[in-house]
């Protein structure tokens, strides 16, 4: 349910997203109470006609009304992709009305989109269209095949490499900040000065890039996303040398796509392929090749599960931890040469 927000007059309102009608136009009902308890139990009590819908749903508009549902639930990243699933995957079947739907006709949709598509795009796909049909009251099971899932195994280059290559470059802070403290891209970009205090820089914001457009959420990707790191002299003193006026100024003001081409040129005018995500996986290895055990190797990276940050994360500069963080320092220290 959508949580009430407070209009100008002092009373509470909550919006419930009904669905579409029968032209696609969107379909609400508001509930207004002097308190926001009070309109928000108007709206959960609120039991929606039977007859609202047409009997007919087709698979365009079922979508269409669950990505709706879940837009205020889910991330903006999640919302993205499902909306790229309904403009561009399995668009033979999309005005075929749901209850029609069988195996072969979906067959049919996968195996034309299985020409161009990867075996997880159409996963992906097939695995929202029976959600949102199910939430939809149909409850049915398709048995159809799926493309094989491919294991690509990349050799990455190494890290001295890379860290020669960024080096002076104007993509040297945010790679450093993947490279050597596991910050995914929108992490990066998500930091501000304030996130930064007494040699201690709190990842809790993210600025994703969707559909070439910026959106900040001051929540990380996941609930282990949010962490603390130390920051190494190195990198404080690249931050240090950025110029700014206020402390929510972003430490690094390249868009997605700058970082993203100009790294890609770096590595191809050295002779290989690099991805801004794969910096991610070069940290992981090197972790692995310094022996750092899982559980600080999972809470620099805020790749832990929900049980492991909470019994671990009170820990996070424990002495054991700081000799991990000295450890990893000094292995960057060592190749730089400073």
């Not at 308190?35 to 928000?40: D, H, L």
């Not at 990455?156 to 900040?177: F, N, Q, S, Y």
């Not at 559980?295 to 790749?303: L, T, V």
Request: with cysteine; glycine share 4%.
């Amino acid at each position: 349910m959508a949580n009430a927000k407070q209009m100008p007059s002092g009373n509470w309102r909550v919006q419930l997203f009904l669905g579409t009608d029968e032209n696609g136009v969107k379909r609400k009902k508001s509930f207004t109470a002097p308190t926001r308890w009070e309109a928000e139990k108007m709206a959960a009590e609120y039991v929606i006609p039977v007859d609202l819908f047409p009997r007919k749903n087709t698979v365009a508009r079922v979508l269409r009304d669950y990505i709706e549902l879940k837009r205020n639930v889910l991330s903006p990243s999640t919302i993205h992709g499902y909306e790229i699933i309904l403009k561009h995957r399995f668009q033979s079947i999309m005005d075929i009305e749901i209850e029609e739907l069988d195996s072969i006709t979906l067959q049919r949709a996968i195996n034309e989109d299985a020409a161009t598509l990867s075996a997880k795009s159409i996963s992906e796909a097939k695995n929202l269209l029976i959600t949102a049909m199910r939430m939809f009251g149909v409850d049915t099971e398709f048995k159809v095949t799926l493309p094989a899932r491919q294991r690509i195994i990349k050799e990455l280059p190494p890290a001295d490499v890379v860290l020669k290559m960024i080096r002076g470059t104007e993509i040297e802070l945010p790679c450093m900040l993947a490279i050597w403290l596991s910050l995914r891209v929108s992490e990066v970009r998500g930091l501000q000065f304030r996130d930064i205090k007494d040699g201690v820089m709190t990842i809790q914001r993210s600025k994703l890039n969707l559909g070439d457009k910026d959106v900040v959420r001051n929540v990380n990707k996941t609930y282990t996303s949010t962490r603390r790191l130390v920051v190494p002299p190195y990198i404080q003193k690249m931050i240090d040398a950025v110029p700014h006026e206020k402390d929510d100024d972003f430490v690094v003001q390249l868009s997605y796509q700058t970082i993203k081409y100009r790294l890609r040129r770096l590595a191809e005018a050295n002779g290989f392929h690099l991805t801004f995500h794969e910096l991610r996986h070069l940290n992981a290895s090197i972790m692995l090749m310094l022996g750092v055990p899982d559980k600080y190797a999972m809470e620099r990276g805020g790749w832990a599960t929900n049980t492991t940050l909470k019994t671990v994360y009170q820990h996070t500069f424990s002495d054991e931890r700081k000799n991990i963080d000295e450890k990893i320092n000094g292995f960057f220290e060592e190749v730089l040469g400073d």
